[in-house]
C-alpha cells in the first residue's frame, strides 16, 4: 500500500479481555514506531523496531503490553488484561532509516475502547 | 529525557491573517524538530521540519523557526485559510535518537 496501514481502525475490549493491534508500515522502511494518544493529548512513545530488533521500549507502560515485529515488516502490539485507562488511539509510524532523522509517517490509529 | 512544551493550546484567528504556535524543549542534544498537522480522526502528517544547523525554513505559507541558545522553536501560519484548521503538534529528537517526543498541541481554528 501507499502509506502506513493499521486495523482494526476501531477496538471494544471489555475490561480483562486481551487485544492485538496490527501494524503495516511502508514496504522498505527499517524503523518502525508505537505511539499511544490520549484524548487531547500529544502521541506518546511506546516502543521502537529496527528491522526485526525491538530497540527500544521504555515506553511500555506495564507488562501487560507486548510488540513485535518478527520479520523486519508487520508489527502488532498486544496488550493483555486491558483496563479503562488502556482506552486510547494507538498509533503505528514508519520511517526509511535509522539514525537519520528521517520523516515519520504515520497510520490512522487504532482506538481502542474498554468498558 | 527530552521534555516538550507548546503554547497555546487554543488559538482561533480570522482568515487571512497569521497564526504563531511556539514550543520550548529541555535537552540540548535535540537537533531534530518537526511539526505535524492531525484533523480530526486523521493521521499526524508533517508539514515542516527543521534541523539545529538552520535557524529557519519556509514552504510556501508556513515557516519555522529554531534558537538553539534559548531552546525553542515556532511555527509561522501566513494567510491562513480555513483548511488550515487542525490540532498541530511539535516535537523533538536527538540525533540517533529515534523516538519523537511531542507537544501537548495546539487546536487552531481559522475563522472565516
Known amino acids: 500500500g501507499a502509506g502506513v496501514s493499521q486495523s482494526p481502525r476501531y477496538k471494544v475490549a471489555k475490561r480483562g479481555q486481551d487485544v492485538a493491534l496490527r501494524c503495516d508500515p511502508i514496504?522498505?522502511?527499517?524503523?518502525l514506531f508505537w505511539y499511544q494518544q490520549a484524548l487531547g493529548q500529544g502521541p506518546e512513545f511506546l516502543t521502537y523496531?529496527?528491522?526485526?530488533?525491538?530497540?527500544?521500549k521504555s515506553g511500555l507502560p506495564s507488562d501487560r503490553f507486548f510488540a513485535e515485529r518478527p520479520e523486519g515488516s508487520v508489527s502488532t502490539l498486544k496488550i493483555q488484561r486491558t483496563q479503562q485507562e488502556d482506552s486510547a488511539v494507538y498509533l503505528c509510524?514508519?520511517?526509511?532509516?535509522?539514525?537519520?532523522?528521517?520523516?515519520?509517517?504515520f497510520g490512522q490509529g487504532t482506538r481502542l475502547t474498554v468498558v | 529525557g527530552e521534555n516538550v512544551e507548546q503554547h497555546p493550546s487554543t488559538l482561533s484567528v480570522q482568515e487571512g491573517d497569521s497564526a504563531v504556535i511556539k514550543c520550548t524543549y529541555s535537552?540540548?542534544?535535540?537537533?531534530?524538530f518537526p511539526w505535524y498537522k492531525q484533523e480530526l480522526g486523521k493521521r499526524p502528517q508533517l508539514i515542516i521540519d527543521?534541523?539545529?544547523?538552520?535557524g529557519e525554513k519556509k514552504d510556501q505559507r508556513i515557516a519555522v523557526t529554531l534558537n538553539k541558545t534559548a531552546k525553542h522553536f515556532s511555527l509561522h501560519i501566513t494567510e491562513t485559510q480555513p483548511e488550515d484548521s487542525a490540532v498541530y503538534f511539535c516535537?523533538?529528537?536527538?540525533?540517533?535518537?529515534?523516538?519523537?517526543?511531542f507537544g501537548t498541541g495546539t487546536r487552531l481554528t481559522i475563522i472565516p
Open positions: 509510524a514508519s520511517s526509511l532509516a535509522s539514525g537519520l532523522n528521517t520523516e515519520a509517517f
Open positions: 535537552d540540548s542534544a535535540s537537533n531534530y
Open positions: 514496504s522498505g522502511h527499517v524503523s
Open positions: 523496531f529496527q528491522n526485526e530488533a525491538q530497540l527500544d
Open positions: 527543521i534541523r539545529s544547523n538552520v
Open positions: 516535537a523533538a529528537n536527538p540525533f540517533g535518537n529515534e523516538k519523537l517526543t
